[in-house]
Nanobody, 127 residues
Framework: VQLQAYGGGLVQPGGSLRLSCAAS????????VGWFRQAPGKEREGVSC????????NYSDSVKGRFIISSDKAKNMAYLQMNSLKPEDTAVYYC?????????????????????WGKGTLVTVSS
């Protein structure tokens, strides 16, 4: 199983970025996919999750209303559209898969319970 997050970069405050997560060796449509981030000196935190099992979604309070998670069954990919970016969104972003039939870890933003991780992509929000 391989996951690869990409699409990060440098963006000004208020700008937008779309992160993509490409999967191989696993069918994302069968599981929950989450986005997590880790800022320097901080613990990894859950940003958003979509369960492709039942369509459930969640967002952390810090990104609710600004970020949108989605997935593309045909392309076996997941996305995170990030709008109205703030300097505090600066972090390395990771995509991960929760293989549980009841993906509580993903939906609760608990990185300890995720099964597969991709390499991260750096998002820097700065003027």
């Amino acid at each position: 199983v391989q996951l690869q997050a990409y699409g990060g970069g440098l963006v000004q405050p208020g700008g937008s970025l779309r992160l993509s997560c490409a999967a191989s060796g696993i069918t994302l449509d069968h599981y929950a996919v989450g986005w997590f981030r880790q800022a320097p000196g901080k613990e990894r935190e859950g940003v958003s999750c979509v369960s492709n099992i039942d369509g459930a979604m969640n967002y952390s309070d810090s990104v609710k209303g600004r970020f949108i998670i989605s997935s593309d069954k045909a392309k076996n990919m997941a996305y995170l559209q990030m709008n109205s970016l703030k300097p505090e969104d600066t972090a390395v972003y990771y995509c991960a898969v929760d293989q549980s039939s009841f993906p509580r870890s993903c939906l609760r933003g608990n990185h300890h319970g995720m099964d597969y991780w991709g390499k991260g992509t750096l998002v820097t929000v700065s003027s």
